[in-house]
């Protein structure tokens, strides 16, 4: 089954995507049609990446009976709206990350996409990757022991991203980082639940976080130790340690290395004629085949990206937020 797919928002993420699943799966997918606020946008979009249809308006694509799922790349603060617009429409969803604003947006969508049978996932990309897949093998093989520690510092210097650094347009480390520090340490641990979370920071001027750490501790000495920036860069490897040994992954949130004790596993990244604009945007493609098979299994939830995973880290971000003094307009918004 080719799967069918539009595009809400035309900037650089959707930008990055559409190369690479277009350069991945030149069959298997078609990109029918992207939105933007404006027409002009949209058609710019369109030209450039050989779209037949572009839309002023995201309307107009939840209206498309060509279109089976739809990427949602526009801000954080979009993202509810956006996603639910397209669910009421009959559309599957693939949203960016973070999937919403906070716990109790994310959990209205999942029960919207429950309610009419419909896949959504939040692009937590980095979970789709060969390297995850095989940390995951070992772990469970139970090759470096009992998993006691995960670690993981993220950070880059995005003080020039505007929408990183404001409050109206969802901003701050958390919420652009953060999330992949906590679904790190989240995959490690899996379903356990955190029995105790310590958290510190520093915000900006405009009063969003500019950086975050948190101690997370688990039953049966388990502990993970994670923290982002916005304003520096950090070493941004994932470390796992087990009684028996470590497993370390450079570039833990779009990985193509993998060392373990019994030496280095290298997964190149398919490759594309045209340039990207962020680090390893190739791997942005295994998501969307993930979402695929599931489509075609009858699921509507990615194996490796649940909605209960989802939930989980909505609630860590606002834990998180809550301790640093971060609160953002949606959080007292009734629905
Ligand atoms: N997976 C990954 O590696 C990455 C994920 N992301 C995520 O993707 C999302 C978009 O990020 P990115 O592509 O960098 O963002 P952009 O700045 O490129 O903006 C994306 C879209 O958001 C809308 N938008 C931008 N500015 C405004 C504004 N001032 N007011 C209203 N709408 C606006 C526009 O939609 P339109 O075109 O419809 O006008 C724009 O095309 C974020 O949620 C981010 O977290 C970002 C980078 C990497
Ligand atoms: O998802 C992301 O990953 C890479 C970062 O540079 C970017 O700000 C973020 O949105």
Redesign the pocket.
Same mark, same amino acid.
């Not at 901003?171 to 980082?177: E, T, V």
């Not at 604009?277 to 791997?283: E, F, I, Q, R, T």
């Not at 979402?291 to 990206?305: D, F, T």
């Given at each position: 089954m080719v799967l069918r797919w539009g595009v !809400? #928002? &035309? #900037?650089?993420? *959707?930008h /990055?995507f559409v190369i690479a699943v277009q350069s991945a799966y030149p069959k298997d997918h078609k990109f029918v049609a992207v &939105? !933007?606020? *404006?027409e002009d #946008? !949209?058609t710019t979009?369109a030209k450039d990446h050989g779209i037949p249809k572009a839309y002023g308006g995201?309307e107009k694509l939840a209206m498309d009976p060509d279109v089976d799922i739809v990427y949602v #790349?526009? =801000?954080?603060t979009?993202?509810f709206s956006t996603c639910k617009m397209m669910l009421e429409q009959g559309k599957h969803v693939l949203c960016?990350?973070?999937f919403t604003m906070n716990e109790k947006q994310t959990r209205k969508l999942i029960e919207l996409a429950k309610s009419r049978k419909l896949f959504i996932m939040e !692009?937590v990309?980095s979970r789709c990757f060969p390297v995850y897949h095989e940390a995951k093998r070992i772990m469970d093989s139970g090759e470096i022991g009992d998993v006691l520690f995960a670690a993981v510092h993220f950070g880059h210097a995005l003080q020039h991203?505007e929408?990183l650094t404001s409050v109206q347009?969802g901003g701050g480390a958390i =919420? /652009?980082l953060g999330v992949y520090m906590l679904q790190f340490q989240q995959y490690v641990f899996r379903n356990l639940k955190p029995l105790h979370v310590a958290v510190n920071g520093h915000l900006n001027r405009a009063g969003t976080d500019e950086s975050c750490g948190a101690v997370i501790t688990y039953p049966d000495g388990k502990m993970a130790v994670v923290s982002t920036s916005a304003r520096v860069a950090l070493p941004n490897e994932g470390v796992i340690v087990g009684t028996k040994g470590t497993l370390k992954i450079p570039d833990f949130?779009?990985p193509t290395r993998l060392i373990t004790p019994n030496g280095v596993k290298e997964y190149p990244l398919p490759r594309s004629e045209k340039p990207y604009l962020?680090h390893n *945007?190739a791997g =942005?493609c295994y998501q969307a085949e993930e979402a695929r098979k599931s489509i075609l299994s009858g699921q509507i939830e990615c194996p490796h990206m649940t909605h209960a995973e989802t939930i989980e880290l909505a609630r860590l971000m606002d834990l998180l937020r809550k301790e640093m003094g971060v609160t953002f307009p949606e959080d007292s918004q009734e629905f």
């Amino acid at each position: 089954m080719v799967l069918r797919w539009g595009v !809400a #928002g &035309a #900037g650089r993420i *959707s930008h /990055d995507f559409v190369i690479a699943v277009q350069s991945a799966y030149p069959k298997d997918h078609k990109f029918v049609a992207v &939105a !933007a606020r *404006s027409e002009d #946008g !949209a058609t710019t979009f369109a030209k450039d990446h050989g779209i037949p249809k572009a839309y002023g308006g995201y309307e107009k694509l939840a209206m498309d009976p060509d279109v089976d799922i739809v990427y949602v #790349g526009n =801000l954080n603060t979009q993202h509810f709206s956006t996603c639910k617009m397209m669910l009421e429409q009959g559309k599957h969803v693939l949203c960016e990350k973070p999937f919403t604003m906070n716990e109790k947006q994310t959990r209205k969508l999942i029960e919207l996409a429950k309610s009419r049978k419909l896949f959504i996932m939040e !692009a937590v990309w980095s979970r789709c990757f060969p390297v995850y897949h095989e940390a995951k093998r070992i772990m469970d093989s139970g090759e470096i022991g009992d998993v006691l520690f995960a670690a993981v510092h993220f950070g880059h210097a995005l003080q020039h991203v505007e929408r990183l650094t404001s409050v109206q347009m969802g901003g701050g480390a958390i =919420l /652009d980082l953060g999330v992949y520090m906590l679904q790190f340490q989240q995959y490690v641990f899996r379903n356990l639940k955190p029995l105790h979370v310590a958290v510190n920071g520093h915000l900006n001027r405009a009063g969003t976080d500019e950086s975050c750490g948190a101690v997370i501790t688990y039953p049966d000495g388990k502990m993970a130790v994670v923290s982002t920036s916005a304003r520096v860069a950090l070493p941004n490897e994932g470390v796992i340690v087990g009684t028996k040994g470590t497993l370390k992954i450079p570039d833990f949130w779009c990985p193509t290395r993998l060392i373990t004790p019994n030496g280095v596993k290298e997964y190149p990244l398919p490759r594309s004629e045209k340039p990207y604009l962020h680090h390893n *945007s190739a791997g =942005l493609c295994y998501q969307a085949e993930e979402a695929r098979k599931s489509i075609l299994s009858g699921q509507i939830e990615c194996p490796h990206m649940t909605h209960a995973e989802t939930i989980e880290l909505a609630r860590l971000m606002d834990l998180l937020r809550k301790e640093m003094g971060v609160t953002f307009p949606e959080d007292s918004q009734e629905f």
